[in-house]
């Protein structure tokens, strides 16, 4: 990569109607017409908050629709999972959406209020994968020094602060689960966990082939969770980013499939940080109705 590129992309925070885009990959005035979209019965969006675990749902609605075949992503090896799921709010996606045969499958980081009510009418599917905000923050401070798109965090410490802020991509972490979450009932939405996926990824690619009304054998739901385990996507191209060009992802500063666990938070907080943390998480989370899995030991 030519590191010319990276100095000279933009990488300013863009706040529009209280949700910080980012200037040159986001259009406000592009991002606002989403809102206006004809949803159709088939659409699917995948709904993450950055670095929850978006490419690992998007192989894994890949493989459901390939019925588990991976020839079907490898023979197009110059596409790689955002190509095959985009995201909705990327420059230029949108107008590609309208006229895209069904079934049009999509990825968001955007907030509730961005995308069409028509998905509050339960039209179309809505899969919001939800993680730990402890590991989204670690996995976010990485990918921010390989993503030339990103601001390079100047230390951990300055980084955590912004997280804890909102300052980043994707805003506050609390406000995009919680305004999500408390539409979940309006929508045809199916709400899981990075965690239970790492639990027990066959019994998660079970509920969401069911809530896709697929019918696969299974065999071919066995396959499909075979190809969206991490050790296995990280072989696969398409599936780790790592044909992404080199003007995106400083592939030499790190990898986009970099620990893919629960609790590495615990190698980068200090204790302070950590009871911070706790603080902000207990007020901000205090009526959500639901426990997160911070360490892989919670489940033994
Ligand atoms: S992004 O940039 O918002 O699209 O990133 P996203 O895809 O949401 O999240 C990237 C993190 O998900 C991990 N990952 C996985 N973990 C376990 N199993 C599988 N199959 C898998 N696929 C992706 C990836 O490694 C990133 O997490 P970290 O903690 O950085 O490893």
């Given at each position: 990569?030519?590191?010319?590129?990276?100095?000279?992309h933009d990488h300013k925070l863009v706040a529009h109607k209280g949700f910080y885009l980012i200037n040159g990959t986001h259009d406000p005035d592009d991002v606002d017409?989403?809102?206006n979209l004809d949803i159709r019965d088939s659409d699917v969006f995948i709904v993450t908050y950055p670095k929850s675990g978006?490419?690992?749902m998007q192989q894994i609605l890949l493989m459901l629709e390939a019925k588990g075949d991976l020839t079907a992503i490898s023979k197009l090896n110059n596409y790689s999972n955002a190509d095959l799921i985009p995201w909705i709010e990327l420059n230029g996606n949108r107008q590609a959406f309208i006229s895209a045969p069904s079934p049009r499958q999509r990825v968001t980081h955007l907030q509730y209020q961005f995308l069409p009510p028509a998905l509050s009418q339960k039209k179309g599917k809505v899969i919001?994968?939800?993680r730990n905000p402890k590991d989204v923050l670690v996995s976010y401070y990485y990918f921010h020094k390989v993503a030339n798109m990103l601001e390079t965090p100047k230390s951990f410490d300055d980084f955590f602060e912004k997280f804890l802020r909102?300052?980043?991509f994707g805003s506050s972490w609390f406000e995009h689960i919680k305004t999500w979450y408390s539409h979940k009932d309006e929508?045809?939405?199916?709400?899981i966990t990075y965690e239970e996926m790492i639990q027990d990824l066959q019994s998660a690619v079970e509920r969401i082939s069911l809530f896709l009304s697929k019918e696969l054998t299974n065999e071919q739901l066995t396959n499909v969770v075979k190809h969206s385990t991490f050790s296995n996507m990280k072989k696969i191209p398409q599936a780790s980013y790592e044909q992404v060009?080199?003007?995106l992802l400083s592939h030499h500063l790190g990898r986009f499939m970099r620990k893919g666990t629960i609790g590495d938070w615990k190698n980068h907080f200090t204790v302070a940080q950590n009871e911070r943390f706790d603080e902000v998480f207990l007020r901000e989370m205090e009526d959500f109705p639901f426990l997160f899995i911070w360490d892989i030991n919670d489940f033994k």
């Open positions: 990569m030519d590191l010319n590129d990276a100095k000279t017409r989403i809102y978006t490419i690992w919001y994968v939800a909102g300052e980043v929508m045809n939405m199916l709400f060009p080199g003007d």
